[in-house]
T-cell receptor, first 112, second 111 residues
């Protein structure tokens, strides 16, 4: 059974700073890795995904994947108070898998 | 814009009662899911429904059952709720191997 762990549990950064979130998974054969954002009282919303080793950049978001170390990170440049939310890492165990496996999230708070 | 609709938003009930939650998606996706989110924000898959095929997480208690009339609807029924069922239930839809679109969730409180 795939396991997904996230760190830190909680992160507080000042407005304008870089926010860095980490995720480790247990199976190097896992397919895509997804990052979701969840605001209070709302469902998770997909932000960005990555499949191949290396990095992927979309706007203020950059994702780094290293399959050898089973590690993926999300970096938010120029963090804004509106970025304050829970960030969830999710892994697709295999192609055609019927489920995403989620980590327990990182609570990000961006202070104005 | 929300394309996965869940009702009700919030439900309070007593131990032993039966409850049903509704979910509808307007995205034309071929797969729908139910997840349970606990107080620590951990999401656990409960059910997946694709092309009339139902996949059940073996850890889900038998008092939980999904109900689908077509690929756009996947409801969740809990027969005889227990205190540990208090949680947020999230419905989602997707194409296979694509990102999920979640609804806003149904928060259940069992007293």
């Amino acid at each position: 059974q795939e396991k997904v762990q996230q760190s830190p549990e909680s992160l507080i950064v000042p407005e304008g700073a870089m926010s860095s979130l980490n995720c480790t998974f247990s199976n190097s054969a896992s397919q895509s890795i997804w990052w979701y954002q969840q605001h209070p009282g709302k469902g998770p919303e997909a932000l960005i995904s990555i499949f191949s080793n290396g990095n992927k950049k979309e706007g203020r978001l950059t994702v780094y994947l290293n399959r050898a170390s089973l590690h993926v990170s999300l970096h938010i440049r120029d963090s804004q108070p509106s970025d304050s939310a829970v960030y969830l890492c999710a892994v697709s165990p295999s192609s055609g898998s019927w489920q995403l496996i989620f980590g327990s999230g990182t609570q990000l708070t961006v202070m104005p | 814009e929300t394309a996965v609709f869940q009702t009700p938003n919030y439900h309070v009930t007593q131990v032993g009662n039966e409850v049903s939650f509704n979910c509808k998606q307007t995205l034309g996706h071929d797969t729908m899911y139910w997840y349970k989110q606990d107080s620590k924000k951990l999401l656990k898959i409960m059910f997946s429904y694709n092309n009339k095929q139902l996949i059940v997480n073996e850890t889900v208690p038998r008092r939980f059952s999904p109900q689908s009339s077509d690929k756009a609807h996947l409801n969740l029924r809990i027969k005889s709720v227990e205190p540990e069922d208090s949680a947020v239930y999230l419905c989602a839809s997707s194409w296979v191997d694509s990102d999920y679109t979640f609804g806003s969730g149904t928060r259940l409180l069992v007293i």
